[in-house]
Structures are given as structure tokens and as C-alpha cells.
């Protein structure tokens, strides 16, 4: 049975970060005047439309030839009712989109006259997006240090309608709220250890055995134990707040099944090794210290392994497909809004005041990498060291790896799915479990829609715009791991199916509404320590003195507001309408329309299932103390998002 409670509450408390269960109910305060969120907002608006690149007139008017309607339907080359004027146009598309240098690290960037305006489109289109999404969030925060203690009671209803993941403020001193968010909210970092590796660390037989009922060894032998390695963050430049750089073992139990932690060092100071053994307080700690370092991770390796992949392939297909390719015009709906977020991660400084007291002045600068940028202001390491772990996670950690990134491909490459594990199969995988659904259903959908325009292997084979693109990516390009020619219907459906997955459930599982509900919510929570990691265990040691100050609390939520999106739920951006835009189906054949349909009707199916979720007699739901709902397809969007 797992209780709904967490013992360390009342500790925690005494830093100002209390569980909004243990408060009373309080009516929003509706405020005349600016709030602090207002002044933030104001700036970081002006910052960003100052840093859109000016398109040119003969930009747009590409532009504008590309995005205008089509004539008739869309075709493959041998099908084109005129190929020379189709192959002009595209030989156009290829004259003035390039590839430029990176803008935030990792891959090329558009540029050339065509490529700057259609960064130009994706901004303005994010900028629609983000409009009402400011102002939600200039409604919502506090204006005083004493609204603290209603920071999760009403005051971000507007950017978190849905308040934190059911379970998340009450729950998360369980030991198995921690480990099943490495297989849900957090779900890259995680691997099973193969039988013939070497162990990382040891820790005592008697202490391991005291938790898990088996030694560290024979934990190993049985293809039980689990391992995730945050070490490489100790080299990284500090902002001058703390982290450790910690590793972690992770495990099965025989007795139960769960999914459990074992240890956590933390490779700095004194390097302990802090176990459920420990006192509640260092425990406790250990995992806050932990989740510093996986928030670093997980954010930087999403926007590597998701934004970068797909910008890069889906450049190299704008410079192979005709606009009248279907495939085009798949991939145009599933990267919308994508070359923005180059953008908003690198645009320049502002200074303004977040939050005076009598004795300081706290000033907040931009959005994300820029020196002053909102990396610096609230994580451990800089900005610079947040786009240079990017580019490192792409080019040298296997993000930017196409196929080896499968959804099924990834997870049995770490021991996580499938007879690859050589241990026992995970009792719950509540990310696995819900993008199964959707990765299923959208192979449905795209093996229907590919076979509609291919009969036969021999047809894509022949298709001279899908091996260009092929060949474009594993060129000038340099797409990393993307199959060296496409001559199957089956490899052509693998591809637009992984690029539908990282749009959707590789990208919200870890981020959008997800850093608001579940991944940064305090106080376990947290993208930097306040305080360096203790040198000694102790059993007075308080994990609040650790935790932000009140205006890096505000701060950290108005970040994470910005990559909410709660207007998009229940409307047609949602993954539900992945593949619903009435004028490109009007212009595909009647299968592809039909398979729309039924894709529909099972998102809405999923859907339901996801909304009726709530806790089991046991206090659990999927194996989970806490309700995870990211993945559901009437409110996480069919898109990349920033």
C-alpha cells in the first residue's frame, strides 16, 4: 500500500515550499496592476521581435509561391501533370534554401533568401501561438514574497489549468515516485547495465541486500539492475549556484517488481553514496540532487534529439520534394512552427527587474542561452555550457542518430523492451505504454497512406525526389544515421513514422506541459542547488536549505509557463489532428482519408483513457504514485513546440 503522503512535508515547509494539499483553499487575488510576470513578459516579447530576421522581397515571394494552394492533387514525379515546370520550381527551392550555419549549436540552419523566410513564417506562426500564451501568464503569478505559499493554489490556473500531475506535490518522498519518472516524464536517461559490464561503483552487500534483498552482483547477474550517468555535467562551467554530477543504479525487485532506486553518488566533494538506507533527510536530498542534474539532461538531450533531428531532415526534404509530393506535404504539417526555436533559444540579452528586496536586486536576462539568458539565471551551468552539452549530446552522444533512435530501436538498445533486456520486463513503463498507442496508430495511418501512392517497392524506388532526399541526407546535409537510400515502403514509413514521434510523444514526454505539471515542480524538483552538496551525511541535514529563493522560484515557473501549451487542448493542433487538415486531404486519395479517420477515432478512444485516469486502491496509477497525463492526444500537440 502507498500512502498519499510525504513524511518531509513539514521540513520542507520551513523553506516556504509547501504542498499545496496541506493549504487552505484561497481565491486568486485578481490584480489592476502589473504583477512581476507582467514586467518579465514585457521584456522577454520585445527581446524576441527584435531578433527576427528581416526576409527579403524576393524571399517572400518565394515564399509565398511555396505556401500557395496547389492545383489539383498531389503527385508523384512519374504522375506530375507538368515535370519540367515542377522540376523548375524545385530546382528554385534548391537556388535559395540553404544550409546555413547553426544557430544554437547542433545541425545547419536555414538560410538563402527562401530559407530566411520561411524562418521568418515559423516565427510568426510560434509568435500566434505564444500571444495568448503571454497573456495567460501575465495573469497568473505573485507580487509580494507572502504569496509564496500560493504558488500551486490558483495562481498559474491559466498557463497549468490541469494544477500539477495529480499525486506530484503530495507524493514525491516516495521512493517510487522518484524511479518511475525514469520511465515516464524522463525516460532517455536510463539503461539496463548488460550482464558483462563492469560496475560503475559498488556499495556494501549488507546495505544492498538490506534494500533490495540481493547484492549489488547478484543484482547484476540477474539482468536487474538499471544505471544512469550525469558525470559528464561536472566538467561544465557553474553559474556559481551548485550541482553535484550524479550516476545512479536502479532496480527490479525480486519481492515486488517495482521499479526502484538502489543508489545515487555524487561524484563531487566528498563523492558520496547516499542509499534508501540513509536517513530520510540525506535521501531525500540525494534524489533532489539527482533530479538537478537529470533536468539538465533531459532538456538539452530533447532539444538535440528532437528539435535537431527533425530540422535537419525535414531542411534536406524542402531541398528534394516537389510541393506537390504527398510526402511533402505530410512532413510540411509535422514540422509546423519548427525553425523557431533556434531562435528563441539564442536571442540576445535585456536586463529588467524581476524581484527587489530592501537588499538586493535580482535582474533576469532573456530566454535561454544568451550570457544573462534564463540558463544562467536558474541552472547550475551557463548558457554557452547548455548549447555546447547540446551539440555534444547531437553530434558525439547519439541524439542526432536517426535509426538507432526508433521508438522500440532506443528502448531495446537500452535493456528497457523486448528479449534484448536479459533480465525481467519492466512491470509498468507508462512511456512506453501510452506512445505505443500513438506510434501504433500513426504507423497505421502512414502504411496506409504510403501504400495508396506506392504499390510496390520497385514505385519508391524509382521515385527521383525521395531519393534525392535520401541522398541529401546523407550529404550536404549530414544527417546522421539516416538510411542510405529509401527503396521500401516499409523504410519510407519508418521514417515519417519516427518524425512523427519525435514531434509528439518524444517531445512531450519530457517537455511543453510537462515542465509545469510533473518535471519542474517544486520542491523535488529543482534546475540548480542553492547550497554546495553536503561533504558529510547528517541526520539534521534540511533539504530546503538547498532549494531557490523566492524570485528564482517565480522565475523558474514563468520559464516553464512559456513552454506550456494549455490553449492547444482540445483543438485542432492536438495529436488527435496529427494528420486532419481538411485542404490537404481534399487533395490525397480517398484511402489516406479514410485512414484519417480511423486514426482519429483511436487518439479520441486513447483520449478518454487518459482523462479517466486516477489512483487505484493501492494509491497507484500505471505502477505510478502520481497520475501521468502528457501523452494525451486531446491535449499534447501533434507538433514540435517551444
Not at 563492469?198 to 533490495?212: E, G, M, V
Not at 510541393?323 to 540576445?348: C, K, N, W
Not at 544562467?376 to 542526432?400: I, M, P, V
Not at 519508418?494 to 511543453?512: E, K, Q
Request: net charge negative; proline share 5%.
Amino acid at each position: 500500500m502507498y500512502l498519499k503522503c510525504g513524511s518531509l512535508l513539514g521540513l520542507l515547509a520551513q523553506g516556504l515550499y509547501v504542498s499545496a494539499a496541506v493549504l487552505p483553499a484561497q481565491e486568486k487575488v485578481k490584480r489592476d496592476n502589473e504583477t512581476i510576470t507582467n514586467t518579465i513578459l514585457s521584456a522577454l516579447l520585445a527581446s524576441f521581435s527584435s531578433h527576427v530576421p528581416s526576409a527579403s522581397e524576393n524571399g517572400i515571394k518565394l515564399l509565398g509561391q511555396l505556401l500557395s494552394s496547389l492545383n489539383g492533387t498531389y503527385t508523384l514525379p512519374k504522375t506530375s501533370r507538368d515535370p519540367s515546370v515542377r522540376e523548375a520550381s524545385l530546382n528554385l527551392v534548391r537556388e535559395n534554401f540553404l544550409y546555413g550555419a547553426p544557430v544554437a549549436g547542433g545541425p545547419a540552419y536555414p538560410s538563402g533568401e527562401l530559407g530566411v523566410a520561411k524562418n521568418v513564417e515559423d516565427i510568426a506562426d510560434i509568435m500566434v501561438d505564444l500571444t495568448p500564451e503571454l497573456a495567460l501568464t501575465s495573469t497568473d503569478g505573485v507580487k509580494a514574497e507572502k504569496d509564496i505559499a500560493k504558488i500551486y493554489n490558483g495562481e498559474w490556473s491559466g498557463v497549468m489549468p490541469r494544477g500539477p500531475d495529480a499525486g506530484a506535490m503530495t507524493n514525491y518522498t516516495q521512493d517510487l515516485f522518484f524511479s518511475m519518472q525514469r520511465l515516464s516524464n524522463s525516460p532517455y536517461s536510463v539503461r539496463r547495465l548488460r550482464k558483462d559490464e563492469k560496475l560503475p561503483f559498488t556499495i556494501d552487500d549488507s546495505t544492498s541486500k538490506a534494500i533490495s534483498g540481493m547484492s549489488l552482483n547478484q543484482l547484476h547477474d540477474e539482468g536487474r539492475l538499471f544505471y544512469s550517468d550525469h558525470r559528464d555535467q561536472a566538467k561544465l562551467k557553474s553559474t556559481g549556484r551548485f550541482a553535484a554530477a550524479c550516476d545512479a543504479y536502479f532496480y527490479i525487485s525480486a519481492a515486488s517488481g517495482d521499479f526502484l532506486p538502489l543508489a545515487i553518488r555524487t561524484n563531487t566533494g566528498a563523492n558520496l553514496i547516499y542509499t534508501p538506507a540513509d536517513s530520510p533527510n540525506d535521501w531525500l536530498l540525494a534524489k533532489i540532487m539527482y533530479n538537478v542534474n537529470d533536468f539538465w539532461f533531459a532538456q538539452w538531450n530533447h532539444l538535440a534529439a528532437t528539435h535537431e533531428v527533425v530540422q535537419i531532415v525535414w531542411m534536406a526534404a524542402i531541398r528534394s520534394l516537389s510541393r506537390e509530393h504527398p510526402v511533402y506535404a505530410i512532413l510540411d504539417r509535422l514540422t509546423y512552427e519548427l525553425f523557431s526555436i533556434q531562435v528563441l533559444a539564442e536571442v540576445g540579452s535585456v536586463s529588467f527587474v524581476l524581484f527587489e528586496k530592501t537588499t538586493h536586486l535580482t535582474v533576469l536576462k532573456t530566454i535561454l542561452f544568451a550570457p544573462g539568458g534564463a540558463v544562467d539565471q536558474l541552472f547550475a551551468y551557463t548558457g554557452q555550457s547548455a548549447q555546447n552539452f547540446t551539440t555534444d549530446r547531437y553530434l558525439h552522444k547519439g541524439a542526432g542518430r536517426f535509426r538507432a533512435n526508433y521508438f522500440k530501436t532506443d528502448l531495446r538498445s537500452r535493456g528497457l523492451l523486448g528479449v534484448s533486456c536479459n533480465g525481467p520486463s519492466l512491470k509498468h513503463f507508462p512511456f512506453y505504454e501510452d506512445a505505443k498507442v500513438i506510434s501504433d496508430a500513426t504507423r497505421v495511418f502512414l502504411t496506409s497512406f504510403v501504400q495508396s501512392y506506392y504499390s510496390s517497392d520497385s514505385e519508391v524506388a524509382g521515385d527521383a525526389e525521395i531519393q534525392a532526399w535520401a541522398a541529401q541526407c546523407n550529404g550536404d546535409a549530414k544527417c546522421m544515421d539516416f538510411p542510405a537510400e529509401i527503396t521500401t515502403t516499409k523504410t519510407l514509413v519508418d521514417i515519417l513514422v519516427h518524425i512523427a514521434h519525435l514531434g509528439s510523444s518524444a517531445h512531450h514526454s519530457v517537455n511543453t506541459n510537462q515542465l509545469l505539471e510533473i518535471s519542474s515542480t517544486l520542491p523535488f524538483s529543482t534546475p540548480s542547488l542553492y547550497a554546495a552538496p553536503p561533504t558529510a551525511k547528517s541526520a539534521d541535514t534540511n533539504p530546503a536549505h538547498f532549494l531557490p529563493t523566492f524570485d528564482k522560484v517565480v522565475t523558474q515557473l514563468i520559464m516553464a509557463s512559456l513552454f506550456a501549451r494549455p490553449l492547444l487542448a482540445g483543438s485542432n493542433r492536438t495529436i488527435i489532428h496529427m494528420f486532419n487538415d481538411p485542404k490537404m486531404l481534399s487533395q490525397m486519395n480517398p484511402q489516406t482519408q479514410e485512414a484519417n479517420a480511423v486514426f482519429m477515432k483511436a487518439m479520441r478512444d486513447f483520449s478518454a483513457q487518459v482523462q479517466a485516469r486516477t489512483f487505484d486502491a493501492d494509491g497507484l496509477s500505471q505502477g505510478m504514485p502520481f497520475v501521468w497525463n502528457a501523452l494525451d492526444p486531446n491535449v499534447a500537440p501533434y507538433s514540435l513546440t517551444v
